[in-house]
């Protein structure tokens, strides 16, 4: 039996699952990254998270995909200068081929989450995917014949394209982005009336039926409409698949959403689907990287 290390590595915790290449999770482990420990201990507990499930079954590894948060080279496999990550210019993909011997690959999360979508969730089968989360951020990855599109190195980075200009202020710098618009900050900036310090909060009150939280979560379906109109005119891939925590809140905003980008795009729309992989799309979409053709 062939498996692949599959290592989804966030700011908080760490996850690892060793994945059939089918994308049948059969072993995982998870370690906090205790990002605050510094360079050395988080890069120790990656390695731990691969050395847990690296024997748990019998067969070959065929190689370990790590996604990670950005930004980074993806053809040395070095980590540049993420945000919630004491791992400036890490040549992390080096540091795990040589403690392992084994072929390993890195890309950013969001790559990975559309890989991972098309290779083995709700866009499996197609050929052109826009995968896009939904989270502190927004993120995206653009799949172009079964392979990401990864531009200068920079692709994808759909989260900052404004849908207006006159919009709220943006630390990207372009102010009006969709993330500062439609990701969790953003999300509660609309709020009025109501006390709610998390999208999670938000969420629980729309499911209980309250209208304020109802109105925003509409609203931002409007939002994304813009930005994924704005995406099918520029790609007019065979679909779009939305994941990340917020995409859970599918119920309250997708009917807006819907509606404007059927009205803000001048043909038939492609399809828009909700994540199939769920809480495993970091572990499976780091093991599709190891796939790729
Ligand atoms: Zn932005």
């Known amino acids: 039996m062939q498996y692949i290390i599959g290592v989804d590595l966030g700011g908080t915790n760490t996850k690892a699952g060793l994945v059939t290449r089918e994308g049948k999770i059969v072993a995982r ?22 050395e847990k499930i690296k024997n748990s079954k019998k067969g070959k590894i065929i190689g370990i995909g790590i996604g990670s948060p ?4 993806f053809k040395s496999g070095k980590i540049l200068n993420p945000v919630n990550l004491p791992l400036k210019n890490t040549p992390l993909k080096n540091i795990v081929e040589k403690k392992f011997k084994i072929k390993t690959f890195l890309d950013n ?3 990975c989450y559309a890989l991972g979508e098309a290779r083995f969730g709700a866009a499996k ?14 993120g995206g990855g653009i799949i172009i014949g079964g ?25 990207c710098g372009n102010d009006g982005c969709i993330e500062a618009h439609a990701a969790a900050k953003g999300i509660l900036s609309w709020t009025r009336n109501i006390d ?38 520029a790609f ?24 404007t980008i059927r009205k803000r795009y001048f043909s038939k729309p492609c399809e828009i689907a909700r994540t199939a992989l769920g809480r495993d799309a970091g572990i499976l979409g780091a093991a599709a990287l190891v796939l790729e053709k």
Do not use: C
């Open 70 to 73: 950005g930004p980074l080279d």
């Open 29 to 50: 482990a998870e370690v906090p990254t205790e990002a605050h420990k510094g360079q050395k201990v988080v890069i120790k507990n990656i390695l731990d998270s691969i």
């Open 196 to 233: 709610v310090e998390s999208t999670l909060q938000l969420y629980t009150l729309a499911k209980k039926g309250n209208k304020e939280a109802k109105r925003v979560f509409s609203q931002i379906g409007d939002f994304l409409g813009i930005a994924i109109a704005n995406l099918v005119y």
């Open 147 to 171: 392979k990401p599109y990864r531009g200068r190195g920079n692709a994808a980075e759909i989260g900052h394209m404004t849908i207006d200009y006159k919009g709220p202020k943006s630390k």
């Open 125 to 138: 089968g197609y050929k052109n995917v826009l995968g896009m989360t939904l989270g502190t951020g927004i």
């Open 109 to 111: 999360d969001a790559n």
């Open 236 to 259: 007019d891939p065979d679909i779009i698949v939305l994941g990340g925590k917020i995409s859970n809140a599918w119920p309250f905003f997708s009917k807006s959403m819907n509606e």
